[in-house]
């Protein structure tokens, strides 16, 4: 094959992806390491980073896309998509493309995998070649992803050869071949300017500007590493300065689960809405680091400065897009292996197979060699399932199994996961968000993830533990992203129902919160017309919120302020809690217990529904009981339900945000 318009050989090849929380960009960096043995020259980058005819310069496409909110494309490839959704476009505008897609979904959303079914048939509709059908994970799987990852990828590595053979006396370069990484970390000596203003998540440096962060120096001519490596760059994320006011447990200190109250101010005026996220971007435990660093045998190199230095070299250089540079450098000058270590690479995750696969190149015993490249065979996923994902292994405790690896530092950034921020729906609202003028506000509520494995060992998550020890006044980089809820104060008279159990009460409280405020609003331009009765503001539609939890005492979330919510607005709240009595009540059998109010307000006014908490059962169980209380008090039949519910979603009346 050759390039359109040139003559150069084009055994190239685009693995694109839409990611929210890594997960698609994960398996993208996969498909890009299976290509690369197959002799292809491969760029692996977010949609957003290419526009759609640029996918032409090369050979296939693979795209590796996630669904977010309801049945959304990521925030990193929504301008892409934008593009392809243009009226006036041909229907062979693509019609030079080969491509095949995987999409990554979870089954307890109605919408499962809608991003990655319409990407996929919007391409064909330009004119876009299928190479390979589509490929379908879901996160509700036993085995997670991985169950028809493994099979869909080995299928597209068959494809791929066939269709794209090698050359004469060419082979697939084999797994125990390490490949050549796109960058290392190499010593550098680059110092930060004395008399800047920095600050990075209570420690660590990087200049800010009411609150937001700005580049610490000049553009580079060359993409920066650190994007590629890193992926330090969030589309459509806005980053900004936030100290910490309070962190507050809200749960006794005898209940199982640890939930906080956290409290953020910013100098500066943020708009947000309910459903938007806010990302608090963790660090390492300095005892983790230290161990990793004696583990590795790095404590000569860790101290020095590092930077990151690009080894690409390929003729074929000018088939490749420009990476996008990192909108905000977090890192501080001079950047060093253990910061590095402490703020980008996460060594508490759970190993995926292609980690395994690298590390086996690091290490002598040949025991040790042969029991890691048995984890990344295919046949062999129960028991990559059961020695990693099943016990919660970390990779910091794989590397002290495997004590005979020895990972050299310059590798440190492409064999360990980057760490990822977490994402939390902000819980504050109305007035909750203004703390004076020119002044933001930002109220999360945080389960904090701490248990115990099969194993009986004790488990806590990065963020978890960096979240525990935030004291009033530290300084945090976050950033603040839209979300997928779409609420819009022309929805202000319009009655809603929101179920949002546990932690999924947070978007509920900022939606009740800014329902409030709305409300304030009406009534003050109605105020000459004499329209509000004594003792409650009129002009909002009816606000219900079905809770559940497990005990009453220990974890009503905010039940004091539904108190006195209750007395100012049209607002019911209805509470199920599954332990306060022998036999366990959950939000779909109080949603059941309420039909003719639920009926009402969604048949007859027309009213919008809010799903929000735990993926999984929860959202399941609340659709069918809506359902039957369709069929109940509608007098029609389950199919007929079903398609009510059905056009409900496609009205935007049903929005469901779940994790």
């Not at 041909?90 to 990554?104: C, V």
């Not at 040790?368 to 994902?389: A, G, N, S, V, W």
């Not at 179920?499 to 009460?505: E, H, M, N």
Request: aromatic share 10%.
């Amino acid at each position: 094959m050759t390039v359109p318009g040139g003559s150069k050989p084009n055994r190239t090849a685009a693995v694109v992806f839409g990611s929210e929380t890594g997960n698609a960009l994960d398996y993208a960096e996969e498909a890009g390491r299976l290509l690369e043995r197959l002799h292809f020259q491969t760029v692996v980058t977010s949609l957003d980073a290419l526009d759609p005819l640029s996918l032409a310069r090369f050979g296939f496409v693979v795209a590796v896309i996630s669904t977010t909110g309801q049945g959304d494309l990521p925030a990193n490839a929504r301008s892409f998509w934008r593009l392809l959704l243009r009226k006036r476009l041909p229907p062979d505008y693509l019609g030079s493309i080969n491509f095949t897609s995987f999409g990554l979904g979870d089954s307890s959303y109605p919408r499962f995998n809608w991003a990655a079914r319409k990407f996929h048939k919007r391409l064909i509709q330009l004119g876009a070649h299928e190479f390979l059908p589509r490929g379908e994970g879901d996160e509700q799987h036993e085995e997670g992803l991985d169950a028809t990852w493994v099979p869909w990828s080995a299928e597209l590595r068959r494809q791929v050869l066939l269709k794209y053979p090698l050359g004469e006396g060419l082979h697939p370069i084999p797994e125990d071949v390490l490949l050549q990484p796109k960058c290392l970390l190499s010593l550098a000596s680059n110092d930060t300017p004395r008399g800047t203003e920095l600050v990075c998540n209570g420690s660590d440096a990087f200049p800010i500007v009411n609150g937001i962060p700005i580049p610490d120096g000049t553009t580079p001519v060359q993409p920066a590493p650190l994007a590629a490596i890193l992926n330090t760059s969030d589309h459509n994320a806005q980053h900004l300065i936030v100290k910490v006011k309070q962190n507050r447990r809200l749960t006794p200190q005898g209940h199982w689960q640890d939930v906080r109250h956290l409290e953020l101010s910013c100098p500066a005026s943020i708009k947000y809405n309910p459903g938007d996220v806010l990302t608090i971007y963790p660090q390492n435990s300095l005892q983790d680091v230290d161990q990793i660093i004696e583990l590795m045998g790095w404590d000569p190199s860790a101290d020095q400065p590092v930077q990151f230095e690009s080894t690409n070299n390929m003729e074929e250089a000018d088939f490749y897009p420009v990476p996008p540079a990192p909108s905000n450098k977090l890192h501080s000058k001079p950047l060093t292996l253990r910061k590095v270590l402490i703020h980008y690479l996460d060594m508490r995750a759970i190993p995926r197979r292609s980690f395994f696969s690298t590390i086996a190149h690091f290490t002598n015993d040949d025991m040790h060699k042969e029991r890691l490249l048995e984890f990344t065979d295919p046949q062999y996923i129960d028991e990559l399932y059961d020695y990693t994902t099943r016990p919660r292994r970390s990779i910091l405790e794989v590397l002290q199994e495997f004590d005979s690896v020895k990972i050299p530092w310059q590798w440190a950034a492409n064999v360990l996961p980057k760490l990822r921020g977490r994402q939390f729906s902000i819980a504050s609202g109305g007035s909750c968000k203004c703390i004076a003028e020119g002044q933001t506000n930002f109220e999360l509520l945080a389960a904090i993830v701490r248990y115990k494995t099969v194993l009986k060992r004790l488990r806590e998550g990065v963020c978890t533990r960096y979240i525990t020890g935030l004291e009033p006044g530290t300084t945090l980089n976050v950033t603040l992203q839209k979300g997928g809820l779409g609420v819009h104060e022309s929805e202000a008279t319009r009655p809603v129902i929101m179920v949002g159990p546990g932690t999924g009460v947070a978007p509920m409280r900022s939606l009740i919160w800014e329902r409030y405020h709305w409300q304030q609003d009406i009534a003050a331009r109605r105020q000459a017309s004499a329209e509000i009765a004594s003792g409650r503001l009129k002009g909002i539609g009816e606000t219900v919120l079905f809770y559940g939890g497990r005990n009453q005492e220990a974890d009503f979330y905010y039940h004091q302020e539904w108190d006195f919510l209750e007395k100012e607005m049209p607002l019911q709240v209805f509470a199920a809690f599954s332990r306060d009595q022998p036999a366990k009540v959950y939000v779909q059998d109080i949603l059941k217990q309420q039909s003719e109010l639920v009926y009402k307000l969604l048949y007859y006014q027309d009213g919008i529904v809010y799903v929000c908490g735990a993926s999984g059962k929860m959202p399941r169980a609340v659709r069918a009981a809506l359902v039957e209380i369709f069929v109940d008090r509608g007098i029609m039949d389950s199919s007929a339900a079903e398609d009510y519910l059905q056009a409900m979603e496609k009205e935007g009346r049903y929005k469901q945000e779940t994790w």
